[in-house]
Structure formats: C-alpha cells, structure tokens
C-alpha cells in the first residue's frame, strides 16, 4: 500500500528566506536541488521565487554524467505547482531542452499552468506521429515524453490536435495509450474513450491499473465509479480517482445531491 | 476439517503470483475457521493490496474473536499492515479496539491508518461494553472526531465525517447531536474541498431525523 504524501513527511523544513538562499547558492548543487522542489512543494508564489524558478530553467552548472540537467527539471516542476503564467515562455523554451526529463517537467507543468499558448509548441514534439514514438537507443525512455504531451494537450483542451493524437491509442506502450484515450476524452467527451481506460481497470499489471486509476480520477469520468472501487489496487489511490469524479460531477450540478454523487460517496466510504 | 484448514494455510504461505494469492485468501476466508486467523494478518503484510482487501473481510467476517490476535500482531514498523489491520478493528467495531484506535485517529503519521481509524471510531458497538465505561468512552470519541475532523489530509477529514454520522447512528442521536451538527457547519464555511462540503451535506441528510 503507498501513500505517496506520507514519504514527504521525513523531508527537512526549510524556511522561505532559506530555500531561496539555497537556491541562489552556486557551491551546492544538492541544496539548489531541493531548494527548486520545496519551493514547488509549498506553494511559495512569491515573485522572487519564481523569477528565481525561471532563472534555474537556464541553469547550466548543475549537470548529470550523461548530460541531463536536474536542476531545470526540478524547476520547471516546481513552476507547474506554481501555476506561474509568467513562466510559459522559459518552459515553452524547455520543450526543446536535450534532456528528455527537462522536457518532460515542462510538458507536465504547462499542463498545470494551463497557459493555451504552448499547444503549438506541444504539438510540434508529436512530429512524426506514432512511427517516431519509438524508444531511444540506451535509454529507458521514448523519442519525447509522449504521456506528459498528450496529458497537456488534453487539459489544455487542443481540439486541433485530435487527429494527431488519435493514432497514440495504438502505440506500443499501454500507458502512452491510456494517455491518448485521457486526452481524446477530454476533447471529445465520447465514452468510448472512457471506457478504453475502465478496461485498463482488469489489466494484470499493477502499475498499469494505478496509472489508469490516476487517467481516470483526472478526466473525472462517472462511468467508471464502480470498476475505480472493484479493481485491485491501493485504497488510498481508488480514493482520489473517486473524489476526481465526484469533483467533475459536483460542477455540473446545483445544490440538491444526485444519486449519482451519494453513490459515489458510498463507495469512498466503503475503501476509508 | 483441521487438515483442510493446514493445506488452505499452505497454499497461502507457497502462493507465488498475485492471482494465485487473491484465491488462497479467499478460499481461506470462506471456511471461516479461527485457526486461520493468524495466516490472514500475515497477509496484511504482503504488500499487495488486492489480497489484502480479502484478508481485512475475512477477518472482519471472523468478529470478536480476531481482535486480540490483530491487537497482539499489528506491525507499528509497517504502515500497510497497520492501515490494514485497523482496517479490520474498524471494521469489527469490538470496544476492545477503542484505545488503539484513539491514538491512530490522533497520532498516526500514515494518513491511511488515521483514516481507517477515524471510520472506525463511528463504528464501535457501544453495547458490548459496560454501561459505566460507555458514556466517558463515547465523550472521548467524540472529541477526537471533532479534532479529527481538522486534519491536515482531505481524506482523513472525510473519514472523520463519515465517523461522525457513524458516531451519531450508533448512538441514536442521543449524545451531542448539535455538537456534531455545529461542527458540521462550521467545518462547511472553512472547507474547500468541494467532496468533503458534499459528504457534510449527505451526512445531514441521513441525521436530519434525529433532531
């Protein structure tokens, strides 16, 4: 059973002034590091943090064996969680960074910031369609950071990008599928899109079961309330992809409670 | 009968898959035998949740008599298992359970293990223990509801909620219910958590008849 939260809580506290020396210390790269994720962490939106942020996303001092830069992709996430608008053009800049990871966080953090103006750039990374999402040689990872992509082209609600993204529900990787099925749904609101992903409940992997729980809980998609609670996973996730749906639904309705939202309920009572 | 129970505990402990597990435990569960009690709260700690889940109904099918085994075998080191078997004290509802329960709602550092506990708490059955000891009891859970239900973790102030109404039904609405219904109100104009505004609404709802 993992509660993600819970491994947070061992983390040392630092104080705003202090995360923000850390970050502008150059003799630590380790201190930098954490300082750009606490920064994330607890939602410091002050403008000196984030200009800081933004200025991390640029950082060439801190540098993995094989070239990756951890500094950046922590910044950019942390940037995300900040929702920070005045940060879109700098992760915009990311998505062409040769750090896959950098670019992933950047695609993961426009999402959040939900800043429309990225889409083209988004788009661009899906050049080549589903024949060049292949995996790189000597790497654990694809060409780009497809999930990341597709998620934020859903969020951000692309429309004009549903034929490119269409052709992902038959790539070779399930969780880049579960992706473009998230993100068609979020386009297109069609259920069978939906339904790829309850299908994804009876898999036999773990891992694939939570990220489709997560897919789920995201697109808020009410179909799903019994599969969420029947599939074999940790309550704690069912827990959250129940409240997604429930949040979805509670929108899109007035004060009266539905049965649709008490039966929702009752089955999050049920997995406490 | 006892030679059957040994081979289901057998095919517990060789399992290797997870599917092959999730039937042991159940095929385990199913004859309900006390000796199988021990073999389910291993279980808890396997780390894998599907089997869990079936070791948590089994045990809460077994009643009062897993409650000391559970009490005797919970693993402070290993916060799956404890959220598991508090799972299942939640569940059982013996007054037994009661301090430990408390302190989880309270003390846990594992938001799951408050959560569970803080259900729990609404679930006691009162009349399993002495008439002398309930009403101090049910003034303890009460409160530790009402500082429950300030958690830090939506979840557990969900469960708190749910423990609360809980609370109230096992009670006949006969102690405190304006304590529970201010505090109700109280937690919807600081909440914004749209799901936990809901579940305080439901939760009126269903306590609307005691008043």
Redesign the interface.
Known sequence: ???F??YE?NSPSLTVEQALANLQQKDDSGLRYYAAWWLGRFRVKEPEAITMLIDALGDQTDRTPDGGYPLRRNAATALGKLESIAAVPALIDCLACEDYYVRESAAFALEMIGDEQCIPALINLLDGGVEAAVQVDGKPHLRQPYEAILEALGTLGARNAILMIEPFLAHSTEKVQYAAARALYQLTGENRYGDRLIQALDGKD?QLRRSALMDLGAIGYLNAADPIYNT?????LK?IAL?GL??NH??QQSDA?SDQ??HV?EL??GL? | MENHVTELIQAVEKADTSEGLLDAVKALCAIRHQAAISTLIDVLKYNNPGAAVAAVDGLIEMGDIAVSPILEQVDGYNYGARAWATRALAGIGDPRALELLLDAALNDFSLSVRRSAAKGLGGIRWEKMPLKDATRAKQEVLAALLKVSQDPEWVVRYAAIVGLENFAISTDGTFQLEEIFTRFQEMRESENEPVICARIQLAESVLDKYR
Do not use: I, Q
Request: aromatic share 0%.
């Open positions: 059973m993992s509660d939260a819970e809580s773990l074999l996973a940790e309550n704690s827990l409240k429930l949040e509670l929108k409670l939202s008490k309920m999050m009572d406490l």
